[in-house]
């Protein structure tokens, strides 16, 4: 592959009333306790900046009620819930249970946050093999996509997926290799590309993110985590979006409105969310 075009490193949003189509936001936290006191000037600011599809996905049990919440008092929230693998002494057997009740419920649009996490070497990884394994038992029973989590663990993340057959998802906050990313395009899955993609030295990423085919490609947040370059050491949120969207547009040499509209369009389908809110 060749190298990607070059990104703009102080390049900061494109002005709020730029004719951009909406904007998705697969993958942010706004349950999160550090939005606790300004949840609705974050959500302001979002609407300004466009970006007016959000996925929360939860990270354990504890979590489900205040997703469930926000996506009732919201239009522009979607919920997703599952048992994230770095919560893992939070959750219990019996949480499994609780979980396929949650999605027959019908409103979670996927399972999520689910996945791997090696990157703790002292992690207990046989019983988080067991959880992800059960959700994606649950995900395919119910015939939802899943938000999958993977560090230091795409390769066996890859292996359960396709031992799992279900219903497509998406690895957020992709790290990994071309090969891989070709892997899961097979298995029907989407790459989540967030403000990491705004730094210089994710070389690897650039190039899969320049490279890659847009049909496969779904912008997030993680917010509060992982801001862009513009806002490092800042807490994160959806309007922020903006940076990776415009990252993204120069590294592929392509518009920010054809990026915009590709994006929000995966996130449609994938999902499968009608076309204006719940």
Known sequence: MQGPARCLANKDMTPPHTLLPGL???HVHLNHVRFENDLEDV???ARIANVNTLIVPAVDA???QSIRRLHHAKPSVYAAYGLHPLFLPAHRETHLTLLEHWLEGGEAIAMGEIGLDFHDISTNT???QHYFQKQLELARRHQLPVIVHARRALDQVIY???QSCVYGGVV???SGSWQQAVQLWDLGFYLGIGGPVTYPRAQRLRRIVSHMP???LLLE???PDQPALQHRGQRNEPAFIRNTLSCIAQLRQQTEQTIAAATLANTRRLFKLEQDGH
Do not use: K, V, Y
């Open 24 to 26: 998705a936001d697969s």
């Open 43 to 45: 959500l302001e600011r």
């Open 62 to 64: 504890n979590s489900w």
């Open 126 to 128: 046989q019983l988080q």
């Open 160 to 162: 359960n997926l396709r």
């Open 172 to 174: 957020h906050s992709f």
């Open 214 to 216: 847009l049909e496969w």
């Open 221 to 223: 947040s993680d917010a």
